[in-house]
């Protein structure tokens, strides 16, 4: 039941990305075709808007199917999820409802897809104010190109950066023959040569602003700050999507459960193991069964829930779609919930195992065999210093480096090898 329903959570997954990059495709073409009719003097190429059409035909229809093979797949792992005591425990009159008003906290899982959604619209505007701002930087361009003063200019330089845009330095007369110099931005590929003769067009009002028949030297800091609008509205739109996607199915599986109370702990995966993971959440229910849950990605994150072990708190949910309300959070009196989902299935206790007597003559060969290494470690590292500061006398110092690099490493492998042999010589005692 378990594989089958993660198999089913994975296609729904799957699907959803597909629902994200069809959905942003159709909305780019849509959008370029609507600047492409709105554009003064715009001329499509032959069956360009044909294209368009049928690429946005193409992408929603891959949209739509995406959505409705998604929606297959939640229904199956729904169906499979059912079952509610894998878990949690059965539904008892002692849940904490006079402690905590569950049914509003259930209520207030809505708005938190509410909000998501509206980070949805924000992301889309921010991308929609992106593509507006490329759009009046290339008609800004073509305006110049239509409108500006021609004139001969004279390149002066031809300048490739490691960093930032390659540009050239030309010169070109103004009014009365006066000259101004200016540094265009070079990224249309066409070859120029010092001394070469080149157009040059201006702005009549504004002489510094300049470009080529060939270069458009658009504003590099509005690019940038476009560029970095497109990243970020990109990455926030599909966080604000898969955010807004995932409360739904909390939101649907807290109010097919209810709660139940239960004494939990979380366990941050930091400092111990340099935070490879979300913390963890350790539930025992009343019945004394347990879960392990996991904190999902989200702003209402766990960690900082870390210092109090067993507060009381309440499970709903099932599977990847779990939630864990807390009284309050750290800085916050109003009850916080926490997303998370199922590292296993609700386990009764297992009983605790019969301490094993320790064997003195298994404890003296541990400790003779750790003060045998320490011993040649110790020896190791002085024989090691003492080549290195031979080495530094001498004036060898790649080979010094070398040494100690490998001097300082060798022990690694040779400390696991012991070891290992070690506990094999204990095994076959």
Known sequence: MDRDATKHRRWQNTFLAGEIVFGLAALGVAAGAAYSLSAPGYVFDDGELTGEMLVFALASAL????????RRHDLRRAALVAEHEHWLP???EHDGQGQVDLDVETARLRPLVLRSVGLVLVWI????GVVAGFAAMSASADHLLKTGVRVSGEVLGVYQHSRGEDT??????????HLRYADIVWD???????????????DKADPARVRTLDETNDDQTLTWVLAMGTAAGGFGLVLSVIAAVNWRRRHRAVLATGWRIASVTVVPDKPMRSNRHLPDINVEYRDGTRITLRAATSSHGAAPLKNEPNRRAWIGGTDRDMVVLFPHGRWRQPPYAVPAYALNLRVAPQPAAAPIPEDPEQVAFVERRVRWFMIAIFGWFVVLVGVSVLLIVLDMLLPMFFVVVVGSLAPLPLTQLYFSRMRAAIEEK
């Not at 949209?63 to 998604?70: F, M, R, S, Y």
């Not at 505007?125 to 929609?128: E, P, Q, S």
């Not at 249309?188 to 201006?202: D, E, H, L």
């Open 188 to 202: 249309s590929g066409r070859p120029y040569t010092k001394g070469q003769q080149i157009t040059v067009i201006y």
């Open 63 to 70: 949209l739509l199917g995406c959505v409705a093979l998604g």
């Open 90 to 92: 059965s539904l008892t």
């Open 125 to 128: 505007a921010v991308l929609a």
């Open 168 to 177: 050239i330095y030309v010169a070109y007369p103004v009014d009365y023959g």
